[in-house]
Structure formats: structure tokens, C-alpha cells
């Protein structure tokens, strides 16, 4: 941290300078040059001291050591012509690195006052370095006084919210390291630091050759020649004898583009220079003159498989709507890369600006393990925000990196800290504008006592659907509405959409939503009147569907739902921004559940024919074990019974169950066994599940049992080969009936199946046995989206 009494010196020197040297620039390079110069003939000291020899200020250069600069029987002038030749020869100094000989190129003195020089070196000279960093610091106090840097959106990244950062992203020492924008390398040295104490205190000191290749994975561009230069120097005083910055344009030049980091750490430009902006090369993502949108695009796109970074960024990349913001943001979300948005106090770039940043939390490999983003905010980062940043006792990063780091070893969950959430990124991305700012994700609970709780009928109205004999139903373009959803189509709407469905007869209560115009027919209620100021309709069908309508009729003996009863019902209402935001949820989790089911109820498995295997009819091949047409004694107990409705294609659902206590009487035409095969032979025709249990078992109407001969055909082959589109075509066109499709048993005993060796058949099972694991997890997907509703519907209702 930058003590006082360093600061209070920067200030004498520019005081000093300010007269001969008005640009503030300026100012800094020629006190920049003075600490290195006097730095080096303190490590010559040092050296002596230590029993050794001067190296840097040596044989004819021996004239120029700081000592004879500030020997007291030296006129002005002399000191004066003195320290302007040693800054002109001092690139040619043989003894020193070519780090130095390239600071000291093309450097000279801008003035020639012996009293301003005399009194400039005598504030150097109160200068001490006992540890290089205190040469970082006064660098980094440097920056600050230069006007130009904020002009062009470069602020010093404080000391303390980089090591937060770099703790946050825990860099190991076989990582390459990269700062795009690396300024005074602040970032480069704390990383550089971390990895030395995490080695020390694993007890795994590094040995010098170990340090020697870490260093060589540190690199650093910057577009100006000044920070590259103090970068080089910062890090050649932390060790580094040939610091790896290069004075590289990361946005317009593409020379380097192909080069890749596993650490990126990064505090790039907020500003574009005026006159249009960057001009970039091609190779971005994203389309933009914005130098914020670039950088974080180049971050991302230079990150290894498993690679992690931090930057900070200005509130724009959070949440303007700009096209270049929107696409950044949605490749932050959409492509794995953004797994955390930290929200830094608005005043932590005091004195420098006043601009409200962020950090962008990015990890490939962490962001594929989980659904959500966490969004964290700091409040106080242990100093006022005021200008001159006074520190005090509210430090609230220790405690976040704790939770932060908690979340990165348990992969993101509740947290205890108040000042952290977690958002699915099903919910950012709803909206299309994958914003990324805290606030719009925090839901106020919604059982908060300050929500109300309105009857239906204030809220909207229950209609009746025009009546529509069967004779007039005709086929047109318009949905036709019955209580369990369209049951036909009409040429002419009498509701235009939107609108919601409720069941009166049959099906009372069942709910459906329409975004279509629609011709409600008379078993249904449609509402389409509603408090737009209170409610949404969307969100009002969220709530109806949570309902058990069902059960609200109070009328003994009428059947159905009365509209009456519905009306006296008390349901929530929160703000309507709350219901949007709800609505937008809900309606994402039923996004991937739809897709889901898609999968699952459209999978068939397909089996690749070699010619050469021999066609085998089925029933050549098995015995079918066939009960249709006989009604067994049904009982709530004993044998369990399974019917058509039961096997689902490849399982059979046990829910819901049969029972029947005539077994012995009912098994006179077989008994089925583990491993045979169910085959529904209508409604829905061509089924196949296979019993995978010992347990006694019955088998009912329009199911056929299919017992394999093993020599020929294993069960599971078969079962797989049944449940393949070229089987299913084979079936479906020996299938009769005009209303109720179905199959007699002996048309399916001529179906030919391929048979290919034994060997084969079980390579075959195998396949299908790793898709039907896929198929397994993504039911997995829908049973917890499923629950992510219920959940979610329930905090609506206080439960």
C-alpha cells in the first residue's frame, strides 16, 4: 500500500518540476528515470555492504554513481552537466541489463536550471529501497497524477482489489499468465507473488530454476511505451531478469492473436479515443469500435479449455442495450465462459474517476459443471469513497472471497451471505438481453406480507365458449378448445388471442394458455377479460394452473366447475414486474423441458443393417404368450397386472396398478418371465418394454408376451431391434383399423427381424444401453425443471 511519506515526496518532486516541465507527462518520466537511476546505485551499495563489488556504476561509468551526483563540493552546473551526460551514455553502460539500456535510450534533460535539478535530486535522494516494492508504489502514485491516463479510461487498479482478484482466480505455477493491458504490471506481480506463497506454504519452495521458468510464463502487452517501459522495470525489481511485456496494440494488431493463456487478469481501457473509436482488426466475435467490448471479447477468446480470468469492466458491458453489449454478454452466458459478475463500490477508483465497475468472473471449465451465474456485490472494500480514500474498518473482501471460494469447491450454492445470489442462466438469457446486473435478478420473496391476495373475480372474468354442434365443426385454420386442449379446427376465431382455457365439464379445471386466436367451444370457460393494472395473463395462468380447480365447487350434485366458486378463490398478486419476472422463469425452465420431452418421447433406436445377415420372421424365432380378449377378476391386492397402458416404449411404468387374485386360473396360456418382451398391439400400437424382474407378473389386454428362442436371438437384442424405426415402419404398415390402429398377432409373426451374430447382437444392446443412459439424464433435466416450477410456484404462495 502506498505509505504517506512516499506520496508526500511524489508531490515535491512534480512541485519542483512543475515551473521547467508543465506537462504532466513529462513530469513523470523524468521523476520515472531518477528512481531507477538512483535504484540502481542502491543495489551497488547493497552489493558492498554485502562484501561484494559496484556492478552497475563501474569503471569509466564509476564517475556517474549517485554518491558523486550529490557530492557536496559539486557546483550547480557541474551537477548539472554531470547528470545530463550520465542520461545520454547511460545506454551504453556495458554494466548494466538491456532492460536499463533501453529505459535510458533516447532520455535526456528537458531543462537546464542547476537549482531546479539540485533541489529535484535532493527529494530522489530521500528516496531508500529496502524493498522494491516500494518502487511499484511510487510508480503506481505516478499514474495517478497523469491527466491523460483517465482521458483515456486507464485507472490504476488498486492493490488490494487486484490481490482479490488473483486469490479469486488462484493461479499454479505451471499457468501461463497474461495481462492484455498490463499498464505497470501490477497484476503480473501479484500473481507472481501468489504462486510463491502458495508454494511456501505447501511447503514446496520453488527452487531457483522452478522460479526461472515461472517467470517465463508471464506476459504482457501494452500499447504505450511508458507503461511498457515501467512494467519492464517493476518486474525486473520483483526478479524478473527478462520481463516478457511487449508494446503490442492487443486491438488492432493481430500478430500475437494465435497465442493463448490459461490466467488471464486484466483492468483494460473503459474509453474509446474520440474520432470513431478503435478500429480493430477482424478477428473479434464481436463487431465493435468499443475498447471494453473488445477487450472482454480478446479475454475470452485467448482462454485455454480450462483456462479463467478477471476483469474489470464498466457498468456498460452489464447492462447497455447496444447490439455489440447484447452479443458480448450472450457469449459471456451462452458459450460457458462467465461463472461470476462481482460488483465493486462506485468510488474505489478514487481519486482517479468516480466510474461504478465490476468484475467479470470467467472459468471454461467451471462454468460447463453448473446452470447458474453468481452475482456478488461489495459495498466497502475497507476505505471511504470519498477522494481521498481514507481506509477504515468496513472490509467486506475477505468475506467474499471466502464465500466465492466456497462456491467454486461446492459448484454454486445457497449462500449465506446476503450480498450473494445465484441466477440460472435460463433466466438471463430469456429476456435476449442477458443483462448482468444484480438487482434486476433480486426477488423480493413472495410470500412477503406486503404482497396481496386478491379474489379471482376482481381479478377476471370466466366466459363461456360460443356452443359448437358437432355437425358445424369444420376444418380450418383456428384451434378448437375442449377441457384437455384442442380437440379440432374451425375457419372463423371468436376469441383473439391471447386467452386462457379452463375445463367447465368432463376434465373441470384443467388450464391451458393460448397464443393463438382460437374458437372456444361450450365444455370450456376462456378468460380473456382481466385487471391489466393488477395482473398479467400469463401469470394468472400460472397461478390457475396450481390450483386444484377441481375441488372448488360447492354445489353438491352439479357436476364441473362453477365459475362462482373459482371467483371466491384468494390468490397473490405481486408487482407486475415481479409477475414478468416470474412468468419469464418459469417460462425458460418449460423451454428446456419441452426440448427435453422432445428427445425423449421421439428417440427410437436405429440399427445399422449389414447386408449379409440373414432375415428371420419373428415368429420363427419366438413364442408369443397372448391374453387379449380375456377380462381378468380385478382385486386391490395380489398379483400385479400389467396392461398397455402400462409399458411405455422401452420401460414399464408400474403407476398406475392393477392387482388380480386368480393368477394360477389366469396363467393357463403362459407365464411371462424375465427377460420376455411386451408388445402393446394397439392404442398405443407397437410398445415394447422387456420384463426385467422375477417377480410374479400378469399381463392384460392388448399386450402380447414374446418369449425368444436364445439360440437364435437374444431378448435384448430383439427388444432393441422391435423398438427400431425399420421395425416400427414394418409394423405400422401391417397395422389395420381406420379409428384405433392395431395389429393381429399373426401379421406380427411374419415381420422380419435381422439377426446378425451373437457377438454382434450384444455390441448392438451395448450401444443402446449408453443412449438409454443419455435418455435417462435427460429425464433427469425434466423431472428437475419440473421441480424448479413447483419450487418456484410455491415461494409464490408463501409455502
Known sequence: MLDTETKRRIDTARDILVGKVPDPKSQVEQITIALIYKFMDDMDAEAEELGGQRTFFSGEFARFGWAQLMDVSLGGNETLMRYSEALEKMKENPNIPDLFRNIFRNVFLPYRDPETLKSFLKVINDFTYDHSERLGDAFEYLLSVMDSQGAAGQFRTPRHIIDFMVELIDPQKNDRVLDPACGTAGFLISAFKHILKTAREADQTLTPDEKTRLMQNFTGYDISPDMVRLSRVNLYLHGFQTPNIHEYDTLTSDERWNESADVILANPPFMSPSGGGIRPHKR???????????FVDYIMEHLTVAGRAAVIVPEGIIFQSGKAYKALRKMLVENDYLVGVISLPAGVFNPYSGVKTS??????????????????????????????????SKNELPKMLESLSLQKKQLFIESQNNNLILVPKVKISVSGEYNLSSDRYKVIPLNNKNYEFDELGQLCQFEYGKPLKEDNRVIGEYPVFGSNGVVGFHNEFIVESPFIVVGRKGSAGEVHFSKKNGYPIDTTFFIKQFNEQKIRLDYLFIILKSLNLKETNTQSGVPGLNRNDAYKIKIPV??????????????????????????????????????SWENKNLGNISNFIDYRGISPRKTGNGVTLITAKNVRMGFIQKEPAE???????????????????????????GNVAIIETEEKIAIGQRLIAIHCNPEIVESKYLGVALMSDQIQSEISKRSTGSTVKGILARYLKEIPIPIPPLNDQKMIVDGYEKEQMFIFNTKQIISHYEQKIRDRVSKIWGE
Do not use: C, H
Open 359 to 392: 468484475i467479470l468472473w470467467l472459468d471454461r471449465s467451471l462454468a460447463k459443471k453448473t446452470d447458474s451465474i453468481i452475482f456478488a456485490k461489495i459495498e466497502s472494500d475497507g476505505f471511504d469513497l470519498r477522494a481521498q480514500r481514507k481506509p477504515n
Open 284 to 294: 473479434f466475435s464481436v463487431e465493435s469500435n468499443r475498447s471494453e467490448v473488445l
Open 574 to 611: 405481486p408487482p407486475l414486474e415481479n409477475q414478468q419476472e416470474l412468468v419469464s422463469e418459469i417460462e425458460s425452465y418449460q423451454k428446456i423441458i419441452d426440448g427435453a420431452r422432445m428427445i425423449v418421447e421421439n428417440y427410437r433406436p436405429r440399427i445399422e443393417i449389414d447386408p
Open 659 to 685: 392387482y388380480i387374485d386368480d393368477y394360477d386360473a389366469w396363467t393357463t396360456r403362459g407365464i411371462p418371465q424375465k427377460g420376455d418382451i411386451l408388445f402393446t398391439t394397439e392404442a398405443p400400437l
